[in-house]
Structures are given as C-alpha cells and as structure tokens.
C-alpha cells in the first residue's frame, strides 16, 4: 500500500513538472526582452525555476529509488 502511494505522489509530479517546463520557456524568451527589467526579472525567474525543477525532478527520482529498495528488502524477507 505504501508503495502505491509513493507511485501515485511520483505519478502527481508530472503536471508539476511540465509547469515549471512552461514557466522556463516563457522566462527564457523573455531573456530577449530590450526592456532591462523585464530582462532582470526574467534572469530572477530562470533561477527560481530552475531550482524549483530540479528539487521536484529529485524527490520523485529519489522516491523511485527507495521503492526499489523496499521492493528488494521484501522480497529478502520472505
């Protein structure tokens, strides 16, 4: 049962995921802006962006992971 809701919670980070994509896209090409604030702004949110990605993109790779591992441990105690 645990295991089922550790997929699930991994299955809910793909939306999330796929925002922030959108969210980086659109700060991206605004780094084209000629206006300097919009520029400096956009600068401000690929960071936040990109920090955001990475820690989702983490906590479901490391989720993966332990799954794995309580998968293999059961499997050892039987």
Same mark, same amino acid.
């Given at each position: 049962?645990?295991?089922?809701?550790?997929?699930? =919670?991994?299955?809910?980070?793909?939306p999330?995921?796929?925002?922030?994509?959108?969210?980086?896209?659109?700060a991206?090409?605004?780094?084209?802006?000629?206006?300097?604030?919009? =520029?400096?702004?956009?600068?401000? &949110?690929?960071?936040?962006?990109?920090?955001?990605?990475? =820690?989702?993109?983490?906590? &479901?790779?490391?989720? &993966?992971?332990?799954?794995?591992?309580?998968?293999?441990?059961?499997?050892?105690?039987?």
């Amino acid at each position: 049962a645990r295991m089922a809701k550790a997929a699930k =919670r991994r299955e809910a980070l793909v939306p999330v995921l796929e925002n922030l994509l959108d969210a980086m896209t659109t700060a991206h090409e605004l780094l084209e802006s000629e206006d300097p604030p919009t =520029r400096l702004k956009a600068v401000h &949110g690929v960071c936040q962006v990109s920090v955001s990605y990475a =820690r989702v993109y983490e906590v &479901g790779e490391i989720e &993966g992971r332990l799954e794995e591992i309580e998968a293999r441990l059961a499997e050892v105690a039987k």
